[in-house]
């Protein structure tokens, strides 16, 4: 099975010199060394151009079999969390196994904004497949699962082109993203 990491216009690790000995940085061949680091979590990878209206991030992966927590992020920057000043934070999905959350929020100027934690229902199960899609559109990202609108996250970060990196943490098994 092929594992995409990135369409034309999606997602690179960090380490370049893994894509080019790849020779082809959008599509990831299983039989290279060194594929099960580059989807492994903690993950990070850029975006290339940043965002837009009209594209869209999908990630899929399997939950632990005893997962407390997850978070899909997407920022403004590829330094690390503890980095002085912090990145800002565009968005950031936690699903939150033990009270069944699925929050949402922003970092902006190094401030968190309120989280965000209204759902209809909790589309995550434990030691199951999932896929997440974060579709960027003018005034808000929509974010799917499964198939399923679940919710709309209006845009803190006005310049989407800075938004320029996927963060995964937590206990989930990432098996493809675009």
């Not at 299983?30 to 990630?59: A, C, H, N, W, Y």
């Not at 929020?105 to 209204?118: D, H, M, N, P, Q």
């Not at 929509?142 to 399923?148: A, E, M, P, T, Y």
Request: hydrophobic fraction near 35%.
């Amino acid at each position: 099975m092929a594992v995409q990491a990135a369409e034309k216009d999606g997602i690179n690790v960090e380490e370049d010199h893994l894509n080019d000995s790849l020779r082809n940085p959008g599509l990831i061949s299983p039989d290279k060394e060194g594929l099960s680091r580059l989807l492994t979590v903690p993950f990070s990878g850029r975006i290339r151009g940043g965002m837009r209206p009209g594209k869209k991030i999908i990630v899929m992966g399997i939950v632990d079999l005893e997962p407390d927590s997850f978070d899909v992020s997407l920022t403004c920057g590829r330094g690390t969390e503890k980095e002085e000043p912090q990145h800002d934070v565009a968005l950031k999905l936690t699903a939150r196994f033990p009270d069944r959350q699925f929050l949402r929020g922003a970092r902006i100027s190094g401030k968190w904004t309120e989280e965000e934690a209204s759902i209809t229902y909790f589309p995550f199960i434990p030691d199951q497949p999932f896929r997440i899609e974060i579709h960027c559109e003018h005034q808000r990202f929509r974010i799917f699962v499964d198939g399923h609108q679940l919710f709309d996250f209006y845009h803190k970060v006005k310049s989407l082109p800075s938004i320029d990196t996927v963060r995964i943490h937590g206990d989930v098994h990432i098996t493809k993203l675009g």
